[in-house]
Structure formats: C-alpha cells, structure tokens
C-alpha cells in the first residue's frame, strides 16, 4: 500500500503554496513514497515512555539587555523588495480575492 | 616564488609569511584570485569544465581588504593570527554588499543589508573574503547538484561529487583556490564534502558557533564550522569563529575550548591514554570495500599511537537516518515559508486570472524552488499534518532522544568515537539525481552527530581507487578539543607514512599546475 497518494501530493502542494503541473505530481507522488516508506520504521521504535527531544542543548530563558540599538534603515530593509512604495513593502491583493 | 607556489601554501605557512613580511596579503590574496579565474569557470555552454566551487568573486573587495590589512600591518597594528589570509564562504551567510543566494533562483540578486555573525568575526580577525562558494539549494542535498547555479566538481575528477551540500567550499581548498572556507553542517554539509575531496573539515558543537545570518534550513540541527587543508588550519579558523553571540538564542555561553592548543598537542602524534570508540553499526555492511580498508589502517595508527581502540554500539543509530529525514524536512517546510516573494527575492506574477499574494506566492515558490527543495517541503508540511504528527514528527523526535542516550552511555565509556565520514568515495555526477533515497543513504554516518548536537571532524585517511576516503571524529557536546587533538595525530602520522599530504596527490587541474 502506498504511504501517499497523489491527490496527497496536491493537497500538500497547495497548503505550502507551490503550483504543481501534473508531470511535477505524478513524480513527486513515486518519490515520496519511496522515503516515507524508508522513514516510516521511526514510529516501531519510539514507544510511549520516551520523551521527545526538540533541541539539542537546552537553554533557557535566554534574553540579553533590552537596549535600544541601531537596526537596519527602512531603505536598507527595502532594498531587496520585488516592489516597494512610499516607504512600505507594496504587495499583491490580499483580501476581496472574490471580487 | 611563483604565483601556483602561494595557493599551495597552508594557512598556518602563510600566516608565517605574512608576519615576517616576506609576502604581503595583497600577493597572497591576488595569487588565490588568479587561481579562481584559471580554474573556476565556466560551467555552462560546450566549456562547462570549470571547478565552478565560486558563484561570486568579490575581486575588487577583496584587494582593497587586502591591501589595509598590509597597511595596517606596516603600521604596528595588532592583528589576529590569521590576518591577510583569503577564506571563501559558503553562499549561506549573509554578507553585507555581497551577492547571497544559498543556490537557489529564490534569492537571485539578493544583497543582504547586513553580515552574518561568522563573516562579521572574519572581518574583525582581518581575513581576506575572496568571494561566496556553491551549494545545494538551502543547504538541502548531498552533492551541490542541487545548485540552481550548476555542479560543482571535484578536484580529483571533474566527473564527480566535491559532495554537498558545501561542495563549493571543499572543492576550493582541493583545487588550490582557497587555503580557508566556512561551511555548514546540518546532516553532514561540512564533513561528507570533506572526506570526498580529501579536506578537513569541523561541525562544532549546535551552538558553538552562532547562527546569526545563517539562512536556516532546519534550526536545530544547522551549525556553521570552519574548512581548511590541515587539522591546524582548522582549529585556528574554528578559534576565530567560535564564540557566543547575543544575537543568536540559540548559542553556547560556554566559553571555546582550545582547540588550537589541542591541535598542536596532537600533532606530536602521541595518544598516550586516549580512549577511542569504533561505532560497530558505522562500519562494514554498504560501506565500500576501499572505504572500510582505509578506516582500519585509521584505527592501526590510532593503536601505534598508543590509544586505546575499543568497539562499541549504538544500537539507535540505525533509525538516526530515517528521524532526520523527518526532523529536517519539518524545519525546512517552517523556516522556508517565508520565501513568499513579498519582502525580498523573487517575485513572480502568474499570467492572466486574478493575480493576488496566494496566487503570487504559490508561482513564485513554484519558480524559485528546485526539486529536491519542493520534496522537502511538501515532505515536511505531511510530517506535520494533523493526524500524521504524532506517528511521523513526533516519533522522530523521541528516536531523536534515544540516539542522544546511545552517545551518551558511549561517551562514558570513551573520549572520542570515530568512523568512516561516508560509505563511499565521491560517485558520478547525476548518478542518485533521480534516487533521492540512495543519496540521503549517503549521510547515514554524519546524521547522528547533529540529532545530537555532537561536534564532528572528517580528515583524509587515504585514497581508494585514486579517490579520498575521509574518517569521522566524534566528541561529547562542548568537547570540540578532543576532534583536533585525535585528529592533529592521525594526520601527522599518516603524513609522514605518504611522504607529504593527501592533496600533493590532486590531479593538475586543467592544464594549470598545482
């Protein structure tokens, strides 16, 4: 049995925001397959008493004093914008996407 | 001396050179520069038979750098050991008025508006930056085929991997371009590249190095390290690049350890009561014939230096491999999100129908991904989906957890565990482009280390069939000396057994002389 399906694929596409042509689909679909089938054994060994581990060396309560410093310049932090007017990132549409 | 007899000095020589004033670090930095344009390009086209280790050449940057640190030397000023020297680095640091990409279209023309942590402690330690070398797209592959900029090559056959995803920065120290580089290593980027092309190469400690302008790829496991031909190259790069950082929450506040002095330390050769651990389950099956032979004479030297060599196993390690594939995959869906072609980078506008920032997102992710990223991606966005979390993710997370018991029980029992880096030398070029699986398999050795936050070297240990075969080290977290001094042993015995260093063996490239 396969450990996902195409139709999978498509749905997964679509939440991470990639368009897909059917070729793209149909062989990421295969590819996929074949690694969760090879990854899948992780669920066998990780039984119920052991703990997670999120991160390898815990810290905690990291801060560092809250001193206002220079940061970058709103020109320097547009500089690298595909589009950008008075001063602001300009970005496509957002809402009314209906209409 | 002639300009190919300066690319082929070591950092530490040129060092020595640089302070007794026979040469100045605009010589030495024009020699390196010189060097890229013989052999670096072009990668495309009927000529495509270049190196091609560089996707950015600062040459105007770097003399103008280079000739203050000369007046600043003529001047009495106190510079750092490596002051003057060239170091290439990896297209995964930010660099401040210089092209950053990590290989991928998504980042095409990208001038970061500031410095990484890393390129910032280059810069105050008076290094020369020559320019930023090719790599996976976001750090995600095995072999720098996944460069949306084209392959690099392997010095000691054009036809092969330099291996990945630091390609760029390995195969600049092999063919004589670079005597430094920065790497980075979230599966193996820095060590697999290392054994393949026949370099050194360190994964410090998760944190130990800070992550600050590194573009991530999976923010638990990624760590920046240093590249060089020698073990001591090495430590003297580690040195100027370890350290804690207040930008980055996730670095160590511990202070570094010397592992310059270790280095030095081992390259007397001397391992008297040193116990060294030999991981039973990285070794033997899928592991070539060549690479295994070259690993026990490895461990024959460990012995005749007066180590002790013990076997032992981690019983989990076997499931390392299969965990990281969804640990990582599950960062890199969250932390690749937002190349979203609104802020910065690409931007592409679908034609025709009702153009919003869904539908630009999702044709500009489409366009600036490459395949091997779009897998992970959607690989990871599956792992993290309701009601596959807790069997995928979450069950990755706990083999996580035993693997980190398994080095633990090891380390109490010994100082260091070593293994071969990889389970093969560096194979052909677009041999595993279409087996994703076979090439992950290639990582199944340096994987461990960084589920565990464990510093990790690979050196040379010798050739098969002509090719590098590399040998891994392993530390306890925050004992990175260990890897230098072990390391700095093994190297200084097995180049005296070879008559010089590995690399005196890397076919002339192109017609231009090593």
């Known amino acids: ?99 | 001396m002639s300009v190919n007899e300066l690319v082929q000095w070591d950092a530490t020589r040129l060092a020595d050179a640089l302070r007794s004033g026979v040469v100045s670090s605009e010589e030495v930095t024009r020699a390196h520069l010189d060097r890229i344009d013989a052999v670096d390009g072009p990668t495309s086209g009927p000529n495509a038979s270049g190196v091609h280790a560089f996707l950015h050449v600062d040459h105007e940057g770097a003399l103008a750098r280079a000739r203050q640190i000369d007046a600043d030397r003529a001047a009495g000023a106190d510079l750092g050991p490596l002051a003057g020297i060239p170091v290439g680095v990896k297209d995964v640091l930010t660099t401040k008025g210089l092209p950053t990409t990590a290989g991928s279209r998504m980042l095409e023309g990208w001038v970061p508006p500031y410095d990484a942590t890393v390129v910032r402690e280059l810069h105050a330690a008076g290094l020369v930056v020559l320019g930023k070398t090719n790599m996976d797209e976001f750090a995600m592959g095995s072999t720098t085929e996944h460069s949306a900029y084209g392959v690099t090559r392997n010095p000691w056959d054009p036809t092969r991997i330099p291996g990945g995803s630091g390609g760029g920065s390995a195969a600049a120290l092999a063919a004589f371009e670079a005597p430094l580089t920065i790497g980075s290593d979230t599966g193996g980027s820095i060590r697999q590249p290392a054994a393949v092309t026949g370099t050194v190469g360190v994964k410090p400690t998760y944190g130990a190095v800070s992550r600050y302008g590194l573009i991530a790829l999976a923010s638990s496991l990624d760590q920046a390290g240093p590249c060089a031909r020698t073990v001591m190259d090495t430590a003297l790069l580690h040195a100027v690049i370890a350290g804690h950082d207040p930008y980055d929450s996730t670095s160590l506040p511990d202070a570094v350890p010397d592992v310059v002095g270790a280095a030095r330390q081992g390259a007397t050769g001397d391992l008297a009561g040193v116990r060294i651990g030999v991981v039973r389950e990285l070794s033997g099956e899928g592991y070539e014939p060549g690479v295994v032979a070259r690993f026990e004479e490895s461990l024959a030297e460990f012995r005749a230096a007066g180590a002790e060599v013990v076997e032992l196993s981690l019983p989990n390690i076997v499931h390392a491999l299969a965990a990281y594939y969804l640990i990582l995959p599950s960062e890199a869906s969250s932390n690749l999100a937002k190349f979203d072609g609104m802020r910065y980078g690409l931007r592409v506008v679908p034609e025709g129908g009702n153009v919003t920032a869904e539908t630009v997102m999702r044709a500009t992710r489409a366009a600036g991904f490459g395949d091997e990223a779009k897998r992970r991606i959607i690989l990871g966005t599956y792992a993290l989906s309701a009601g596959y979390y807790d069997a995928y993710y979450g069950s990755a997370q706990k083999v996580r957890t035993l693997v980190q018991r398994d080095f633990a029980a090891a380390f109490a029992d010994v100082d260091v565990l070593v293994s071969p880096t990889a389970p093969t030398v560096a194979y052909e070029l677009g041999e595993k482009l279409d087996d994703p699986l076979a090439m992950y398999a290639g990582d199944v050795a340096t994987i461990p280390a960084n589920l565990a936050g464990l510093p990790g070297m690979s050196l040379p240990a010798g050739l098969s069939d002509g090719l590098p075969v590399g040998l891994q080290i392993l530390a306890p977290q925050r004992a990175d000396d260990r890897l230098y001094r072990v390391g700095a042993a093994l190297e200084a015995r097995l180049v005296d057994k070879w008559g010089g260093p590995l690399l005196a063996k890397v076919p002339a490239w192109q017609g231009v002389s090593a």
Do not use: C, W, Y
């Not at chain 1, 590819?31 to 810290?59: E, G, N, R, W």
């Open chain 1, 1 to 99: 049995m396969s450990a996902i399906s195409r139709s999978e694929v498509e749905h997964l596409a679509r939440l991470a925001r990639i368009d897909m042509s059917d070729e793209e689909l149909d062989r990421m679909a295969g590819q996929l397959d074949a690694v969760l089938d090879a990854v899948a054994a992780v669920a066998k060994v990780a039984t119920d008493d052991v703990p997670a581990t999120s991160h390898p060396v815990p810290l905690t309560n990291v801060t560092r004093p809250d001193v206002v410093r220079p940061g970058l310049t709103a020109a320097e932090a547009l500089a690298g914008a595909p589009a950008a007017e008075d001063g602001r990132f300009r970005v496509p549409m957002i809402l009314g996407e209906e209409a």
